[in-house]
């Protein structure tokens, strides 16, 4: 207060909460547990004003199984009244717990009484027949439907809690209360009623019977050919048996007598019925291997039939097996000649039931290779001979079998194969074939005589000698003469010809020329040969423009001119004209040419004095030049021999004394020397001396004892000197 001092003052009020009692005034009752709403309702008691709470803060509602004490479902809300739906809880013995709270009271709970949840009552209703007839290993399926008795309200989620079906059974919830019952029937096949019951939680069970009859499940079994891994097996030159066992699968039984068994081969185009064995206790049929399309393996269907019985089917799978076979050739490796042509043979049998030949080949694929290379896919010309032989020509000209060396064969080989349907193929055979190069024989024609200049004509001929045929494909023939080659024209016929002229291959000789035939051909064996041919010179001839005269002096000269013409034609050739005079043969000379003429001056003093011939001659390589001889006389000169002493010479028989002689020997009043001057005295021929330019005689006349004394004597002295007249 104003002026005043502030004072506080602190009161302490205690505010009780106020006590609560919680009652049911509808409390929870029996009812049948289904989708239905039920409400139970509560009060709050205020204990110390005696009236009701109307409204409260929060409310909890446990419920509580009897049967354990648990709480299962726990809901809360701030109403007294509690409305759940029939189906919060499974069927049982239950209470409520609820618990309520609000401020400034004391909360409050209740535990109801027990109360009982009833389960719905159900019945199943089918929905077709009751009964149905199945075969053996397969399912029966009853349609139906569970539903409540009273609403016939479908029920869901149902339970198979029991049958008295030996078999599988199984329950199919379709929705909605639509069931399926499946029955799989594999036990024993009889006939049977089944009692089954069905049940869902917070339901009553329900049950119901159905009758189900079984087929007796035929069964047909073998001990081969269950699988395509385990086929039975038959060569495809052989049958198959084919056993089975029929019986009830049901209970094992393995046999059942009067069972129609039927077969169905669709690859062979086969069917029938398998033939009942009763003492053995079995059933069979059998067909041959080669019905099938093929070896292979195969599936053969086999159905059984009985009256009251299931139709049983199975598979038994059959394996044909190609039959196995072997193939051999005649001659596994042969030689032969390019050019040769043979038959070879091979044979074609099975390994099995004793080797029977193997005839009628679909397929006979022969190859031929050269080394690593195959030159041929596929030679033709194969002859089925019947019981598995084969035969084809080999024929290595038509082949291309080259032989490719003179000195080693050429290895070629055959690979036989053949297939024919149901057939194991053999082995490929082989067959080594060595091809050789065949020999020929070169035949040269002789040749006549030709002129040089001539055209000149070789024929040659080429022969196998092997095979006696003459050979020409592809050959090359050569002319070879001293480095100069070419090559002849084949005929086509084994005849080859070359021609030529022979002025630019060979030299003119008389004598014969070798000339060389070399041939090359593939596949035969080259060789060559040697011919002649004789070339005569081609004959000329001179033709003198200016002919000597037949007599001149000894040492004249005279001009000869000359012109050389071929034989039998007007041309005029070139060549080494020249002469020589016969009887000396080294006084010779060459004449020169002039464009027009040969001409050469003769000096007839290079020979001496007498009848002589001079020959004119010409020479030029290949030709032969007839030569021309003339006589001609050479006359020897005029020569005189004077005596220098004409008085008598006297002598005294018996008196020695030297009688001299001067002789002069002389043309046209010239001395000769050397000239030859004797006369003969006492028997003796003596010989001049030359001295001064003129011959001397000295002699003793009284020295020849044979003289006749007295006596008158002439001396006659002789002169000679060659190519000068002889004087005395």
Not at 87 to 104: F, L
Not at 118 to 133: D, H, K, R, Y
Not at 270 to 295: I, K, Q
Not at 533 to 549: G, M, N, S, T
């Amino acid at each position: 207060k104003y002026n005043y001092v502030n004072h506080t003052l602190t009161v302490k009020v205690v505010i009780n909460m106020i006590p609560t009692q919680l009652v049911w005034s509808t409390p929870p009752a029996d009812y049948v547990w289904g989708p239905q709403l039920s409400m139970v309702t509560l009060q709050l008691w205020d204990t110390v004003h005696g009236v009701t709470v109307g409204t409260v803060d929060s409310v909890v509602f446990e419920w509580v199984d009897e049967s354990t004490h648990e709480v299962v479902v726990s809901e809360s809300g701030t109403s007294l009244n509690y409305v759940f739906s029939q189906t919060i809880v499974y069927n049982g013995t239950w209470r409520i717990h609820a618990y309520v709270t609000k401020a400034n009271y004391i909360s409050a709970d209740n535990l109801s009484a027990t109360f009982v949840v009833q389960p719905q009552l159900t019945e199943i209703i089918f929905g077709s027949s009751s009964e149905l007839t199945i075969e053996w290993g397969t399912t029966a399926s009853f349609d139906l439907t569970y539903q409540t008795t009273v609403l016939h309200a479908p029920v869901e989620d149902a339970t198979l809690i029991e049958a008295n079906w030996t078999g599988e059974a199984t329950l199919v919830d379709l929705g909605s209360g639509h069931y399926e019952l499946r029955l799989l029937a594999v036990q024993v096949a009889v006939n049977s009623t089944v009692l089954f019951k069905l049940w869902v939680a917070n339901h009553t069970e329900a049950s119901a019977t159905v009758t189900v009859n079984i087929l007796i499940p035929l069964a047909i079994s073998s001990d081969q050919g269950a699988s395509p891994q385990d086929p039975v097996q038959a060569y495809w030159t052989h049958n198959f048996t084919i056993t089975v066992v029929s019986g009830d699968a049901s209970n094992g039984s393995w046999y059942i007598s009067g069972v129609t068994i039927s077969y169905d081969f669709p690859a062979g185009g086969l069917t029938g019925v398998l033939t009942e064995n009763t003492s053995g206790r079995f059933y069979w049929f059998e067909f041959p291997a080669a019905s099938a399309p093929a070896p292979g393996v195969y599936e053969v269907t086999l159905t059984a039939t009985r009256a009251g019985c299931m139709t049983a089917t199975t598979s038994v799978y059959i394996e044909v097996l190609p039959t196995p076979t072997a193939a051999v050739a005649d001659n596994q490796i042969l030689t032969v000649y390019y050019a040769d042509s043979y038959l070879l043979n091979f044979s074609w049998y099975t390994q099995i039931d004793g080797g029977v030949g193997v005839a009628g080949a679909d397929q006979v694929t022969i190859e031929l290779w050269k080394g690593a290379a195959r030159i041929n896919d596929s030679v033709g010309g194969v002859v089925d001979l019947g019981a598995g032989h084969y035969q084809f020509l080999m024929d290595t000209r038509v082949l291309g079998m080259s032989a490719d060396s003179p000195n080693v064969p050429t290895n070629y080989y055959f690979v036989i194969t053949m297939s024919k349907l149901g057939y194991e193929n053999p082995h490929a055979i082989t067959i080594i074939v060595l091809v050789m190069q065949t020999p020929v024989e070169l035949t040269i024609e002789s040749i006549d005589p030709i002129v040089w200049s001539d055209t000149f004509t070789v024929r040659v001929r080429l022969r196998d000698i092997i095979h006696d045929e003459y050979v020409f494909e592809n050959a090359v023939v050569t002319f070879e003469y001293s480095g100069f080659n070419a090559t002849f024209t084949s005929l086509g016929n084994g005849t080859f010809v070359f021609s030529y002229d022979s002025s630019h291959v060979f030299p003119a000789s008389d004598v014969p020329l070798d000339f060389t035939v070399v041939y090359t051909l593939p596949n035969y064996i080259d060789g060559s040969g040697t011919g002649s041919i004789v070339v005569h010179p081609r004959p000329a001839h001179i033709v003198l423009i200016d002919a000597p005269e037949s007599v001149y002096d000894w040492q004249d000269t005279f001009t000869i001119r000359l012109q050389i013409f071929i034989n039998d034609t007007s041309t005029q050739i070139e060549a080494d004209a020249y002469y020589y005079w016969v009887e000396f043969p080294d006084v010779n000379g060459t004449m020169a040419f002039s464009g027009t003429w040969y001409e050469a001056t003769v000096d007839t003093a290079l020979v001496p004095a007498g009848q002589w011939t001079l020959r004119l001659a010409a020479a030029r390589a290949n030709y032969t030049v007839r030569s021309v001889d003339i006589p001609i006389e050479v006359r020897a000169l005029p020569a005189n021999l004077q005596a220098l002493t004409g008085d008598l010479i006297v002598a005294v028989f018996g008196v020695d004394q030297s009688a001299r002689v001067e002789l002069a020997y002389v043309h046209n009043d010239n001395v000769l020397p050397s000239a030859e001057v004797t006369f003969i005295w006492a028997g003796l021929e003596r010989s001049a001396s030359f001295a001064d330019n003129k011959y001397v005689f000295e002699f003793n006349p009284s020295g020849d004892s044979s003289l006749d004394v007295p006596g008158l004597y002439v001396l006659n002295f002789t002169a000679k000197l060659q190519n000068y007249t002889t004087a005395t």
